[in-house]
């Protein structure tokens, strides 16, 4: 088997998540008291759909975010890539892990200013050049900007430069996909090329994890958790997150293209997390 990214998502076997956090938890001591930032937390990312990660600001969402990224350890607990266990793997594995199993996208795109477009999707590309070349033109195109290959992260719109950010985060062809905020400085025509981008993802068995404010996306997602006082708690399917309960849980029409019933989607809805139940009954003393 060759070593460079493959071509097609690898896909998720029907009952073993993309990726696990199981008993996950991470404790601050802030001026004498013990906080709970995370307490417990078990979650699955399944292949083929849309995890919302929704909460108040400062619950510890970035913070389980980077721990699923492997881009923070937690204090306790452990998380699966698939079967893989890395939790206690050395930095080397663990960013060769980031690197090839991973997709990251943030609120503000870290793009390399002085390079162009098509140059920043390249820069963390895992196998020859000769093969990422023809990659990162595809995935201009397919990210809309193919015209703006050569132009610099300066000479583009805000949602231009997150659908390059996007496009860097597949260039290793990533089953999981993370991403922090990431409409939060866009207007509405590009956050809906987002979050059809990140539909499309799903559908081709990926697994997109979503740290959002943002309605829009939770109404988009097929699952939505919640983490409140370091716990988490499960609602599914996704619904509003606003205090508007007269109005129906709706999806945009672009973000609901119908499931075959052998889609990886479709083969994973049953999870043992049921909604609306936290991961654990009581409640942690902040
Ligand atoms: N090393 C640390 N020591 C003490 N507190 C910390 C440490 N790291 C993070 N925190 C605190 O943990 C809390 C959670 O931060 P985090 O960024 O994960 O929250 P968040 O839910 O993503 O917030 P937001 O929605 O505002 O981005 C914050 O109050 C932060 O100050």
Known sequence: MSSSPQETCPRGDPVTPLLRTEGVGRTHTLRGARID??????????????????????????????????????????????????????????ADARRRRLGFVFQSHNLLPQHSAYRNILVPYAGSRTDGEPRARRLLDRVGLTARASHLPGELSGGEQQRVALARALINDPPVVLADEPTGNLDPDSERQLLTLFRELADEGRAVVVVTHNAAISDTADVVHRLEKGLLTTERPARRHVDDHTTPPRRPDHTTPPRRPDHPASRNRQSPQQPGHPTRTETTPA
């Open 37 to 94: 930032l995370l307490d417990d937390v078990t979650l699955d990312l399944e292949a083929g759909q849309i995890t919302a990660l929704v909460g108040h600001s400062g619950s510890g969402k970035t913070t389980l975010l980077h721990i699923m990224g492997l881009l923070d350890d937690p204090d306790r607990g452990r998380v699966f890539l698939g079967d893989d266990d890395m939790t206690n793997l050395a930095e080397a594995a663990r």
